[in-house]
């Protein structure tokens, strides 16, 4: 028997306000536990808490992206449950009437595109976070992310394959990050998924047992966990077993998931609206002013780029995965327009010293004008591509013009026909074994003289020039 998968996720994001969702209390990451907490967010007797505005803002802004049907009208509520790090024993969310229902992602797989429902967006308090330390018999308990502002963004049971969810997650994460309302860093917690799976055999409407998946804190966990528990299931069914309805926690180490808790149903948690919290209102006004705030969006720029620059999807996907390296990209290709040569620098080169450096492009050195002009020196032969990736980082680490680097270390590309065909000789005198073979057809073997001829003047021949005079030589 065939089985397909029914996957829904549950998105957790982080919004990037200075402050957390009902006090003042710093959002910052990495501060000395317990440093950012108050009476309020850690939920002492009499407190009240103050619905953060800008927080309503960020959630609404990521409701009309998505197309979503956003209710004018919303509650915040109680959920009930007890665990060491949620202070109050409740936590404050939205269940009956959230801020926005329905909307859609849509993905793209290997050139095919898919559209995943959404279920809803609703806005809660994050809960603080246990450090575990293996050595010793108890847990401590950091409050400083108790009372940060989540937004939950539950998809329909539309994904089927691990693939999808990946590309769902880096989907939202994109947008997310366009719309500059959470900082979509996994590994900081920033950006969390709890997936619900279920297999069922294929072409059968109903749906199979649902097992909930949590603790995946990046795309490669995502796929590991799904594929792990989508064969788990598939197992116990052809066995002739049943499986449980619970809540499965995943082990990289094994890369395994294994159970934590029976899965609690709504009724458990016992919501009932907050009666501390009055009801958000929003007009129709102000959602018309924040729809002029949205940027373009990423699917958008997509295919404003393929239009309009002539790239691959391969190349454009990789340039508008971060806002700004594509608002970088554009810039340097309206003072040096041609986006091909760009592009080949840019996904190349400058991705290299960003991933060694972990940094996003608008924390570097870089400007536009300076990437122009030295993509400008080398199509007109003032120095090679060689020369230009060897100064590259001064540039990039410095922010110094490039002819100033240039005239500064004497690198100036040699033309000279003279100056090079000796050279030319030279290489080809000293290998008369690689002339053997290009003269019994190994046509292909001229790129190593060339690199040698590059090799002798410290990449400062022009490599044109060099091939044109090699083959005259070689053909004699």
Known sequence: MEFEAVIGLEVHAQLSTKTKMFCSCSTK???????????????????????????????????????????????????????????????????????????????????????????????????????HD?????????????????????????????????????????????????????????????????????????FGTKVELKNMNSFKHVERALSYEIKRQIGLLMEGKEVIQETRLYDEATQTTHPMRGKEEAHDYCYFPDPDLIEIQINEDFLEKLKTELPELPQEKKERFLKTYSLTPYEVDILIEEKNLADFFEKTAKIYPNPKSISNFMLTEVLRYLNRDGKDISETNLKPENLAQLLELVEKGVISITIAKQIFPEIYEKGIEPKKVIEEKGLVQESSEDKLRSICEEVLAENPKEVEKYKTGKKGIIGFFVGQVLKKTQGKANPKIVNKILIELLEK
Do not use: W
């Open 134 to 206: 293996e050595k010793k018999p108890y847990s401590y308990v950091d409050f400083n992310r108790a009372g940060v502002p989540l937004l939950e963004i539950v998809s329909t049971p539309e994904i089927s394959s691990p693939e999808e969810a990946v590309a769902y997650l880096k989907t939202l994460r994109r947008i997310l990050r366009y719309l500059e309302i959470c900082d979509g860093n996994m590994e900081e917690g920033s950006l969390r998924c709890d997936a619900n799976v279920s297999v069922r055999p294929k072409g059968s409407e109903k």
């Open 29 to 131: 990451f990495g501060n000395p536990p317990n440093t950012q907490i108050c009476p309020v967010c850690t939920g002492l007797p009499g407190v009240l808490p103050v619905i953060n505005k800008k927080a309503v803002e960020y959630a609404l802004k990521l409701a009309l992206a998505l197309n979503c049907k956003i209710n004018l009208k919303s509650i915040m509520a109680r959920k009930t449950y007890f665990y060491p790090d949620l202070p109050k024993n409740y936590q404050i969310s939205q269940y009956e009437i959230p801020l926005a229902e329905g909307g859609v992602v849509e993905i793209e797989i290997n050139g095919n595109k898919k559209k995943i429902g959404l279920v809803r967006i609703h806005m809660e308090e994050d809960a603080g976070k246990l450090i």
